[in-house]
């Protein structure tokens, strides 16, 4: 099965998964299966929390063909780009995979579908395309969002700096750092970290001096992160961390079936159940 050809359900339907751990929080299922039933397409998509063994048991099963398409979470994206056969372009730039398909040629290719999900969501929340940007974090959100922004006058700020330099040597972006704690005037923030969905906020002051706002964590309910709250009540562009995830998910489902999720509709379910990362 390829992504361009997949149209037709597989015999038993499309069994499709998240792998992470934890992920019990994880608010892809409920996307995914509303899609599958929109559409009237046979299949699941299922929660696995899963260590390294797991990740490679999940492999087998793309192999083989028991698990048609599975998505990535924390804290296994690095193991799911070595355990795969081949990188798409934007997954071997950031070193980070959160999407497996299966080719016909017996490949198991792993994406980054969180780079193009920056990539849309960017522009359709009207944020500036023509200033530095500062990426607070080092992980593989900050990677996704490194590669997805090449072309920017990029920043790193994270509280190890070592992890600033790791991200450097494996991300093939160039990036300046930024002392944790400092603040860039006039950059577009992007919040690559947990901050806001389980606790803490971006300082201010990155709110105050900066044009815009790219948040990649969310909370419970789909109640806005202090930080998008913040920059909305002042009129500063900003979006927030279920615009992403849901963006996330419609690239996905289109690579492994074949088919568009209904317009709005990933970002309907997961607003009104939304319970942690993606």
């Given amino acids: 099965m390829t992504e361009a050809s997949a149209s037709v359900p597989p ?12 992920v019990s929080h994880s608010l892809s299922p409920a996307m995914h299966n509303a899609v599958l039933a929109a559409l009237g397409l046979e299949g699941v998509y299922s929660r696995r929390r899963v260590d390294q063994r797991g990740m490679a048991s999940a492999a087998s099963e793309m192999r083989t063909g028991e698990l048609h398409g599975a998505n990535i979470t924390m804290p296994h994206k690095g193991v799911a780009a070595r355990l795969a056969d081949g990188l798409s372009p934007d997954a071997a730039r950031a070193g980070s995979v959160n999407t497996w398909t299966f080719e016909d040629r017996g490949r198991l290719v792993g994406h980054s579908t969180d780079v193009e999900a920056i990539r849309r969501v960017w522009v359709r929340a009207g944020l500036a395309t023509d200033c530095s940007v500062l990426v607070v974090g080092a992980g593989g959100a900050a990677a996704a969002a490194m590669v997805a922004l090449d072309e920017r006058d990029l920043w790193c700020s994270a509280r190890r700096p070592e992890a600033v330099s790791a991200l450097a040597d494996r991300v093939d972006v160039p990036f300046r750092p930024l002392e944790w704690g400092g603040s860039l005037p006039g950059a577009v923030v992007v919040n ?14 990155l709110l105050e001096e900066s044009m815009g706002l790219f948040d990649m964590a969310y909370v419970a309910g789909g109640v806005e992160t202090g930080a998008v709250r913040w920059m909305r009540e002042r009129r500063k562009p900003a979006s927030d961390g279920l615009e992403m995830l849901a963006a ?3 690239a996905s489902f289109e690579m ?19 319970t942690g990362a993606g």
């Avoid at 947990?194 to 971006?202: A, D, H, K, Y």
């Avoid at 492994?256 to 939304?274: D, F, I, N, Q, Y």
Wanted: hydrophobic share 40%; proline share 10%; net charge positive.
């Fill in 192 to 205: 690559a970290t947990p901050l806001g969905m389980r606790g803490g906020e971006l300082p201010v002051r």
């Fill in 11 to 22: 015999p038993g339907g499309y069994r499709l998964a998240v792998l992470g751990d934890p």
């Fill in 256 to 274: 492994w079936t074949g088919h568009g999720a209904p317009a709005g509709l990933m970002e309907r379910v997961a607003r009104t159940g939304a």
């Fill in 248 to 250: 996330q998910a419609e």
